[in-house]
């Protein structure tokens, strides 16, 4: 019985080591940071805001492969930063749309790049699914009142102008075929549904729903603070609301199918030189245990989902993830589209 005790405090060292994690992530061809996560010396000497002595986070388990696949992710424009325990039971949109969305759709056959590398739980090709993942995020709807607006990921897209009914919700899910690469802004005709690319060269999310855990609710506005500071001193320009969403929308686009697909795309590589970043609050995306949670969104379809993120962390989470493109493995939980073959950072095309 010892014996098997040890074996299993081997395993669970040697699961958690850094570099055992680098090595495999590096091995499916992510790209990762050599550098550490913390810039600054513990005990803190540069005046971190840190979290309270009661603040306890998990860090005895394996973190990385704690995030569930999914086809598309949703973040539903409230105004709010705190939300009731389960928001898909607790009426509006986003149990609506959960209502309507069949996780049973069918998906396009996934067509491999030739260079075949090992899997790891957690970091996954969206196109292999067909689930959708809900959140609510703190942003106000851009649009008239009693309308919707939702952020939509990997495609990094924004639509609005969704009533919030039950026709509202199968209105949206129609845009939402998991069997399209890309979203095309390809509402029906007399839809109120708008969109457009997001404005943004980097989204991120903070989870806030401190009714599923009180240490979300600590941990978002720190890290907030923490990255507006980081980021405006690298040259950043920060929003915590919704701005520069310039008209006509996708859906006015006078083109092919193609050739507004070739519109979207070409977009979304112009915004990585602009140095804009919107912050959020999102409801609960799973792993309080791991707080801080914070999940960072770039155009490129890519995005990474850290836990354990204190104010210590975010310096480096700026230099290394949202500028250089590089993974940091000790604060992975997993992400999307993080397997690289033959590029050096996230943000290559």
């Not at 040890?6 to 080591?17: F, G, M, T």
């Not at 075929?177 to 549904?193: F, I, K, V, Y």
Request: glycine share 8%.
């Amino acid at each position: 019985m010892i014996g098997l005790r040890k074996l299993k405090a081997w395993v669970l060292r040697h699961e958690l080591d850094p570099e055992n994690i680098r090595a495999q992530l590096s091995a499916s061809a992510v790209p990762v940071s050599t550098a550490g996560c913390r810039t600054c010396a513990d005990p803190c000497e540069e005046g971190h805001g840190d979290y309270p002595g009661r603040f306890t986070v998990d860090m005895e388990t394996q973190m990385l492969g704690s995030v569930s696949p999914f086809r598309r992710q949703i973040l539903i424009c409230t105004g709010k930063t705190d939300w009731d325990m389960e928001i898909t039971w607790a009426g509006g949109l986003a149990g609506l749309i959960s209502s309507t969305y069949s996780k049973t759709r069918s998906v396009s056959s996934h067509q491999p790049n030739g260079t075949q590398v090992p899997p790891i739980t957690g970091i996954f090709d969206p196109s292999e699914f067909s689930e959708l993942s809900i959140l609510n995020g703190n942003h106000k709807s851009i649009c008239d009142e009693n309308l919707e607006t939702v952020l939509v990921f990997p495609d990094f897209m924004v639509v609005s102008g969704i009533p919030p009914t039950r026709e509202g919700a199968q209105m949206f899910r129609d845009v939402l075929d998991p069997n399209l690469p890309r979203m095309l802004g390809s509402a029906e005709a007399g839809s109120t549904l708008k969109t457009w690319v997001l404005p943004y060269s980097c989204v991120i999310t903070f989870c806030s729903h401190k009714r599923r855990d009180k240490r979300c609710g600590i941990s978002a506005p720190k890290l907030e603070s923490a990255f507006t500071e980081a980021l405006q001193r690298q040259g950043w320009s920060v929003d915590t609301q919704l701005e520069h969403i310039i008209d006509p929308p996708l859906e006015k686009f006078s083109g092919t199918a193609e050739e507004k697909d070739a519109h979207i795309l070409q977009s979304l590589k112009t915004l990585r030189t602009g140095k804009k970043v919107l912050l959020s609050y999102n409801s609960h995306m799973g792993g309080h245990q791991y707080a801080g949670n914070c999940i960072i969104y770039i155009p490129g379809g890519s995005s990474v989902w850290y836990g354990r993120v204190s104010p210590h962390e975010v310096e480096s989470i700026v230099t290394n993830t949202i500028e250089a493109g590089l993974v940091l493995p000790e604060l992975l939980r997993g992400g999307v589209n993080l397997s690289k073959p033959g590029c050096r950072s996230l943000h290559d095309w």
